[in-house]
């Protein structure tokens, strides 16, 4: 018996020796050569390091929040991406293999259990945890003017877990999200359409070879819609991207976070204005020439648009008259409020260089011309404040504007103490290092994290489609339920609305950049599209998501839970159409 042990376990070395010597350049144990005990050890090794991964995700982007040209961008654009590419990377892998058609099951459910987990548990979690009191149907994110501030709370007692008087209230984001979801939803009813009028169903009663035929037969005819879908999915995602990047509203929230910055001391005026002086801009001056050479630039337009809609704020407070100009006691408190801290002789010049008409007053125009002339100059300088003095925004905000206390992110200490134009530097080196150093290790253990997985599926029998349609989510996408849940927490209508626009980016981001590389693969690879039932599922659960978004803009707790039931009841659906229905 001893010896027989010995053999055996000679024989297991021997084979998983055979195997790394195959490719010497893999870093990870085979799980086929691993006993039960090393795959749950390499299991929990493998999680804690995509845990860690995913926290500096989340990290980085928070950072991106201090930034303000960038924080409109990173709910819906920034992780998102960054969160489609380990699932792009599993769909692409699980169908490069010899026996693709089989092995892509594991993409599949990849793909669709990525979706279906960051619409319902992500979601649920989002509201649980950054769920306040709602009074008269809307969420108390502003205390009220006869609240005692020693006392009032968002959520009135810790812990209060209403269903229906407690929730999360979002912007109206969220419900452009959906509408975007449900129209990357497109490609999935292209293929999916003549799927249902070429697959002959069910195939259980077919020989091997009827059904190896019967494939084929099915991937010529889907052969050409799947070419469709990808032309979809890739012009989808360049709209999507556009549309984040380029909107109105993202260049009005770069604005809005711009002035919020510069009100905080987080951000100098020659560091919102970064641009320019990357660029070199030369602004209006006493050659015409350069000034027509701006006028026709567009990025400089946009540029110079984009600033007036941050100076206009600071010139509209003392614009008490209406009258559209100021004079120089209102030019230097303007002065003030943007943190540039100036001698009395250097206010004087800027001033009476703006004052064409030597009136004692300067317009708006006049205003913002020599403010951003000023600031790009290099020859200038524009001392700030050793140490910057945070000023309360609702002074500069609208009633009905303000939520009653700051929404500010938290400056990390270490540069807290740094000047603004420093700050802003630091906050973007440190952000780029945590994202591409967390992306990279997703990427690097996402893979064998999914053989872990597909192995453990086999030795216990189970489907590696269901495999990996609950466990490979956890392993690729922990960053944005990770990054969801910290914005949650801060129980703000911003925070919430970043929270879930980062899920419904995510969802749109499955829906074009990683169907486009399934899609690519079933057409390429000339396989057949064998996922009626999966794809059943991800419909169900998005469009029951926007039913459930767009007719309102506050959830409550027990919506939570409703929409958390859409997780199980995927996986009952899924498995009811393949082993009632037949389908496949």
Not at 40 to 49: D, N, P
Request: negative net charge; charged residues 20%.
């Amino acid at each position: 018996m001893s010896m027989g042990a010995v053999d055996v376990a000679s024989i297991c070395l021997n084979a998983a020796a055979d195997k790394a010597a195959e490719d010497p350049t893999n870093a990870f144990p085979d799980p086929a050569n691993c006993n039960m005990a090393q795959i749950l050890f390499l299991t929990g090794m493998y999680a804690y390091v995509l845990f860690q991964a995913s926290n500096l995700i989340s990290d980085g982007s928070e950072l991106l929040l201090l930034v303000p040209p960038l924080a409109p961008m990173v709910g819906s654009v920034v992780l998102p991406v960054l969160g489609a590419v380990p699932d792009g990377m599993m769909v692409l892998f699980s169908g490069l293999g010899p026996d693709a058609q089989n092995q892509v099951s594991v993409g599949v459910g990849a793909l669709a259990g990525s979706t279906v987990m960051l619409l319902t548990l992500p979601w649920a979690i989002g509201v649980i945890s950054g769920r306040v009191n709602l009074k008269d149907g809307k969420p108390t994110y502003q205390r009220p003017s006869d609240a005692d501030p020693r006392t009032w709370d968002k959520l009135t007692h810790p812990g209060n877990f209403s269903l229906l008087h407690t929730g999360v209230g979002y912007g109206a984001e969220i419900k452009e999200g959906a509408k975007m979801m449900i129209i990357t939803l497109i490609p999935y009813l292209i293929i999916q359409g003549i799927t249902f009028s070429v697959d002959k169903m069910p195939k259980t009663n077919y020989s091997a070879e009827e059904k190896a035929n019967a494939i084929k037969t099915e991937a010529r005819a889907e052969n050409i819609y799947a070419l469709i879908g990808l032309v979809v999915c890739i012009a989808q995602f360049m709209w999507y991207m556009m549309k984040q990047i380029g909107s109105g509203n993202v260049d009005n929230n770069i604005a809005e976070n711009t002035v919020q910055g510069i009100k905080d001391g987080t951000l100098s005026l020659r560091g919102a204005m970064s641009t320019f002086r990357d660029k070199q801009l030369s602004l209006p001056t006493n050659c015409k020439s350069d000034l027509n050479a701006a006028l026709m630039d567009k990025t400089t337009m946009d540029e110079i648009r984009r600033m007036c809609k941050v100076l206009a704020p600071f010139f509209a407070k003392y614009d008490v008259n209406g009258d559209g100009t100021c004079d120089f006691e209102e030019f230097r408190m303007i002065l003030k409020d943007l943190g540039e801290n100036l001698s009395r002789q250097a206010q004087e010049a800027i001033f009476r260089g703006a004052d064409a008409d030597k009136s004692g007053n300067i317009c708006f125009e006049e205003f913002a011309a020599c403010l951003m002339s000023y600031a790009v100059d290099p020859s200038r300088d524009l001392k700030e404040h050793d140490k910057p003095k945070a000023i309360c925004p609702d002074r500069y905000l609208a009633p009905e504007d303000a939520e009653g206390e700051a929404e500010e992110e938290d400056m990390p200490e270490d540069l807290a103490a740094l000047s603004p134009a420093e700050q802003q530097r630091r906050i973007k080196m440190r952000s780029a290092y945590q994202m591409s150093l967390g992306t990279l290790l997703v990427l690097i253990f996402s893979d064998p994290m999914v053989d872990l997985l597909s192995e453990l599926g086999k030795r216990l029998d189970v489907s590696a489609f269901y495999i990996s349609f609950i466990l490979a989510p956890l392993a690729s996408n922990a960053s944005e339920l990770v990054a969801g849940y910290n914005y949650a927490k801060k129980r703000t209508s911003k925070s919430i609305t970043t929270s879930f626009s980062t899920l419904e980016g995510a969802a749109i981001m499955n829906n074009t950049f990683c169907l486009g590389i399934f899609l690519a693969l079933v057409y390429f690879q000339n396989l057949a599209w064998e996922f009626s039932a999966e794809t059943l599922c991800i419909l169900f659960v998005q469009i029951a998501l926007v039913c459930s978004v767009l007719p309102r803009s506050v959830h409550c707790v027990l919506d939570a839970f409703v929409i958390l039931s859409f997780y199980p009841i995927s996986l009952a659906l899924v498995w009811s159409l393949e082993n009632i229905y037949g389908m496949d």
